[in-house]
């Protein structure tokens, strides 16, 4: 546990002055774009970072939309703490035919954010609140600003640790939004007993899942936590309908090292 909430809070909140300060160049192709959007059930402003596939303007084909969390660690080494996951870059070298809208984490709210229920130690459970602001706010301004495919299928939720978390319950929450995840070392331990009852209670899942984590992620709950989840929901699912997978890294650690390298297969299993 101690393990488990140094490396929580280094990743993302210790933005610290020397990093900040340090003269990184932007890495960010000329693809990714930002704009800032009100979320009232927030109470906030987001910053939102989209990108775009090349030909984009070019063309009027419509695209599928996958909503990321964590936007500063996706795009840009300027605006990342320990690396960023080069999503333009893989993207653009696989002439992906899809839409990324990043969005950025609250800072000191980040664990109320992306967490689903509160921790009796850690607090949070503002989840709720935070994917009806991707729901009713930016998937409708998202769906009118640029040409998206807006149905289930071609709707994606992506995240690692504690957006792992919220992503998994994003299929659950809204399965008639959501209709694919990827689940990076998901957090799960934050919300162990809740989210295994509510998946046991919940209808059979029809999202198509990629489960993600590494052997070496200094937490020993992880690889058990995700194999319950995933043993509960492929009982309530035809195996031959191939909806999940579950991919364990060896020597893969809880850092975005593990989840740029793993972005890739993710996405190519999803789509």
Not at 31 to 42: C, G, H, W, Y
Not at 160 to 186: D, M
Not at 195 to 211: D, G, R, S, W
Request: charged share 25%; with cysteine.
């Amino acid at each position: 546990m101690i393990q488990r909430l140094a490396l929580f809070f280094l990743v993302f909140f210790a933005f610290s002055t020397t990093f900040a300060q340090q003269a990184i160049l932007s890495t960010a192709s000329k693809q990714v774009a930002t704009f800032t959007i009100k979320a009232p059930q927030l109470n906030t402003d987001k910053k939102i970072w989209i990108y775009l596939p090349k030909k984009y303007d070019s063309s009027k084909k419509k695209y599928p939309v996958i909503y990321m969390h964590d936007a500063q660690n996706l795009f840009d080494a300027k605006t990342s703490y320990v690396g960023e996951w080069n999503i333009d870059e893989k993207l653009d070298s696989l002439n992906a035919q899809v839409i990324i809208v990043g969005i950025e984490h609250g800072n000191e709210k980040r664990i109320d954010e992306l967490t689903p229920f509160k921790n009796a130690k850690y607090s949070g459970g503002n989840a709720d609140n935070y994917l009806r602001f991707i729901v009713e706010t930016l998937k409708p301004e998202i769906d009118k600003k640029y040409r998206t495919k807006i149905n289930t299928r071609n709707t994606s939720i992506f995240g690692s640790s504690l957006g792992g978390l919220v992503s998994y319950f994003a299929v659950i929450k809204y399965p008639e939004i959501f209709g694919k995840a990827g689940v990076f070392s998901p957090s799960f331990w934050f919300n162990r007993k809740e989210i295994n009852e509510l998946t046991q209670k919940n209808p059979p899942l029809k999202a198509k899942i990629y489960f993600l984590c590494g052997d070496n992620e200094g937490d020993a709950d992880v690889i058990p936590d995700l194999n319950t989840i995933h043993n509960l929901i492929t009982a309530k699912r035809d195996a031959n309908l191939n909806l999940s997978k579950i991919r364990i890294v060896k020597g893969g650690q809880h850092n975005e090292k593990l989840w740029r390298d793993g972005f890739v297969k993710a996405y190519l299993w999803l789509f």
